[in-house]
């Protein structure tokens, strides 16, 4: 079966929570062996101890902290040699800087939102391209933001960030492709996570309302009148780390409802 993931080996990131922790379960459910890949070891082992193993998989956990590159290149690059080189899917995917307008950003933020969301995503492709490039297969699949497509209000240093992301995902797109690598990425839209709700009662408390009624403004803002959940960004994640999505390259995929405001 196309979508089936059975003898693939995916690396999830940002996999223990909201639309990482949804698509690592998704993917081992659909046979794939998991490497989870976030900051928080508690976390990590919850997480580890969720993941089907009906296909008989052995899946994996590693710590580390996008905010520390170099933490990040060493421990992808001894784990590259613990599965042989071969990762099959990688997932990028990586929480976004505080919300606040462009103007009133730091230098810093922008230094550390670049390295967390682009350096550490140029990492990860390095690690697992030569072996993508020996299968003359591989995923490689960026969980960024509609902002890319339109930006969104008060969230100005992810606003610029994440389209770097998309422009360096296109790129790396046109350069693999040759080689049987598909580059793409999924832009979800309000999304019921926890970052989403953060950014609710920062919007509320700057506005004067409650998050309920920002989240009702969100809610309206899509087409189907409702917020996302995590298992259906997931959806379109795994669909595109299957088979069936072997021609589709380069692409910038909205899951957002239908969102058509701000």
């Known amino acids: 079966m196309k979508l089936s993931l059975l003898n693939k080996h995916a690396i999830i990131c940002g996999s223990t929570d909201g639309i990482g922790k949804a698509t690592a ?5 659909r046979g794939a062996t998991v490497t989870l890949l976030a900051r928080n070891k508690e976390k990590l082992s919850a997480t580890l101890s969720e993941l089907s193993t009906n296909d008989g998989q052995t899946h994996f956990s590693l710590c580390a902290d996008f905010n520390n590159p170099d933490q990040l290149k060493e421990k992808i690059t001894g784990h590259m ?12 995917n990586s929480g976004g800087p505080k919300g606040g307008a462009l103007i009133d950003a730091v230098e810093n933020e922008f230094r550390q939102a670049f ?9 990860l492709a390095k690690a697992v391209f030569p072996g993508m490039k020996e299968l003359e297969s591989g ?19 992810s606003n610029t960030i994440r389209g770097a992301v998309a422009q360096w995902a296109k790129t790396l797109a046109l350069e693999l492709g040759e080689f049987g690598i598909t580059v793409n990425n999924v832009l979800p839209g309000y999304t019921n996570t926890a970052r989403l709700q953060s950014l609710a009662d920062l919007k509320a408390k700057s506005l004067g309302v409650t998050p309920e009624e920002i989240n009702e403004m969100w809610k309206n803002n899509t087409s189907m009148r409702r917020l996302g959940e995590p298992e259906e960004v997931a959806s379109a994640v795994a669909f595109l780390a299957s088979d069936a999505a072997s021609y589709i390259n380069g692409h910038d995929i909205s899951v957002d409802g239908g969102r058509f405001g701000a």
């Open 25 to 29: 379960l998704l993917m081992a459910e």
């Open 115 to 123: 390295e967390r969301l682009l350096i550490c995503n140029q990492i």
């Open 139 to 157: 995923r490689i699949i960026n969980i960024i933001s509609t902002s890319v497509r339109q930006v969104i209000p008060g969230l100005g240093v």
């Open 81 to 92: 040699k613990v599965i042989v080189g071969h990762a099959h899917i990688l997932v990028n």
